[in-house]
C-alpha cells in the first residue's frame, strides 16, 4: 500500500520534517509519480504499529494538568493580592517622597525668595534713610541760609533805619505841598557845600543818627 505523506502523517502522527528526514536517509520505501511522492507501507504494518511510532507518541505525549481546585484558585487570588498590596505600598512610598522633595524644594525657594525681599527692604531702608538725611541736610542749610539773610537784611534794615530819602521822608510829614518843595529846594541849594546831605544816584538822603537837620527841614 503507498501513502502521500500527508496520509502517512496522519497515520502514524508523525510530523513533516521528520517524514522527509526519513525519506532523505532512505529509511522509508517511497515513489514519486507525477511529481507527488508516495511511501510504500506494507499492509502488517498497519495493522499494528511500529515500535518507533509508539515510542514517540509516548515521548510525544503532553502530560495531564493537575486539576484545578477552589484552594488553589483562592490561594493564587490570596497571593496575586499580596503581590498588589505590596506594589501599592511601594508607589505610596514613592509619591510620599516626591510629595516630600516637592514640599522641600518650595520651602527652599519660597526662603530664598523671602530672603531676597529682606534684602531689597534692606537696600530700600538704606537709600530711603540717605535721602531723609539729605533732604534733612538741605532744609538745615536753607533754613541757616534764610536765617543768615533775614538777619543780613535786619542789620541791613538796622543800619540803614536811620537813612532815610528825602523825599519819602518828606512825603511822612504832615506838611502842604508848597512847603515840601520849600525844604526840597533849600537842601538842593546847600547839598555841596553840607557833609550832612547825602546824595546817591541823584537822590539826597538824610542821616539822623549823625546829623541834626532842624535848620533844613523848618517851615
Do not use: C, W
Not at 513533516?16 to 509519480?33: Q, V
Not at 505590596?86 to 505610596?92: A, G, H, M, P, T
Not at 516626591?98 to 531676597?116: A, P, V
Not at 521822608?169 to 537842601?187: A, D, E, P
Amino acid at each position: 500500500m503507498r501513502l502521500t505523506i500527508d496520509e502517512y502523517s496522519k497515520r502514524f502522527k508523525m510530523s513533516k520534517e521528520m517524514i522527509n528526514s526519513k525519506l532523505r536517509a532512505k529509511k522509508l520505501d517511497y515513489i514519486i509519480e507525477d511529481s507527488i511522492t508516495y511511501i510504500l507501507v506494507d499492509d502488517a504494518i498497519l495493522v499494528s504499529e511500529p515500535q518507533e511510532i509508539r515510542q514517540t507518541k509516548t515521548m510525544t505525549k503532553v502530560p495531564s494538568r493537575p486539576k484545578t481546585t477552589v484552594a488553589t484558585v483562592i490561594a493564587l487570588y490570596q497571593r496575586e493580592n499580596a503581590q498588589l498590596k505590596q506594589k501599592i505600598l511601594q508607589l505610596e512610598e514613592k509619591i510620599d517622597g516626591l510629595i516630600d522633595d516637592k514640599e522641600q524644594m518650595l520651602r527652599d525657594e519660597m526662603n530664598k525668595i523671602e530672603q531676597l525681599y529682606n534684602k531689597k527692604d534692606e537696600q530700600l531702608k538704606n537709600i530711603l534713610e540717605l535721602i531723609n538725611a539729605k533732604m534733612l541736610q538741605e532744609q538745615q542749610e536753607r533754613t541757616v541760609h534764610e536765617v543768615e539773610t533775614l538777619e543780613n537784611k535786619a542789620q541791613k534794615k538796622e543800619q540803614n533805619f536811620d537813612v532815610v530819602e528825602l523825599k519819602e521822608y518828606l512825603k511822612g510829614l504832615n506838611i502842604k505841598s508848597y512847603q515840601r518843595k520849600v525844604i526840597k529846594r533849600r537842601f538842593l541849594s546847600v547839598y555841596d557845600n553840607d557833609i550832612r546831605v547825602l546824595q546817591k544816584d541823584g537822590k539826597l538822603y538824610l542821616d539822623f543818627s549823625k546829623y541834626d537837620y532842624s535848620d533844613l527841614l523848618s517851615y
